[in-house]
């Protein structure tokens, strides 16, 4: 039988993460997280644009493992398992570009201002 309660704290997690994202959308509102959702072998956005010291925010919603690898080792997540998230900080200007090396058709890049 599942675990009611771990799959309970799971949804909240991602349901908190999504709302995250939210504010920027909001007139007026300020919001220095930004979210990747990782979804039908896809990065989305796959190309993104956020100023020095954002918070980003890759979330897995596909039932198995990616990474969100950038060259040259700018940053690595390792595996981000189904419905877990990982976070970067952007904190020095410049153009990055990332993949799942596990899929390596999937790619994206964030650009830091």
Same mark, same amino acid.
Request: a positive charge; hydrophobic letters at 40%; one cysteine or more.
């Given at each position: 039988?599942?675990?009611?309660?771990?799959?309970?704290?799971?949804?909240?997690?991602?349901?908190?993460? /999504?709302?995250?994202?939210?504010?920027?959308?909001?007139?007026?509102?300020?919001?220095?997280?930004?979210?990747?959702?990782?979804? $039908? /072998?896809? +990065?989305?956005?796959?190309? /993104?644009?956020?100023?020095?010291?954002? =918070?980003?925010?890759?979330? $897995?919603?596909? /039932? +198995?493992?990616?990474?969100?690898?950038?060259?040259?080792?700018? +940053?690595?997540?390792?595996?981000?398992?189904? $419905?877990?998230?990982?976070?970067?900080?952007?904190?020095?200007?410049?153009?990055?570009?990332?993949?799942?090396? +596990?899929?390596?058709?999937?790619?994206?890049?964030?650009?830091? =201002?």
């Amino acid at each position: 039988m599942p675990d009611r309660k771990a799959s309970f704290k799971c949804g909240v997690a991602v349901a908190g993460l /999504l709302m995250a994202g939210t504010a920027a959308s909001i007139p007026g509102a300020v919001s220095t997280n930004r979210m990747v959702v990782i979804e $039908n /072998l896809q +990065f989305n956005p796959n190309n /993104l644009t956020v100023k020095s010291g954002e =918070q980003i925010i890759w979330v $897995n919603k596909d /039932l +198995f493992p990616h990474t969100v690898s950038a060259d040259p080792k700018a +940053f690595d997540s390792g595996a981000i398992a189904a $419905n877990q998230s990982w976070t970067w900080v952007a904190r020095k200007p410049g153009i990055y570009t990332y993949v799942c090396t +596990f899929h390596p058709t999937m790619k994206g890049t964030v650009t830091v =201002q």
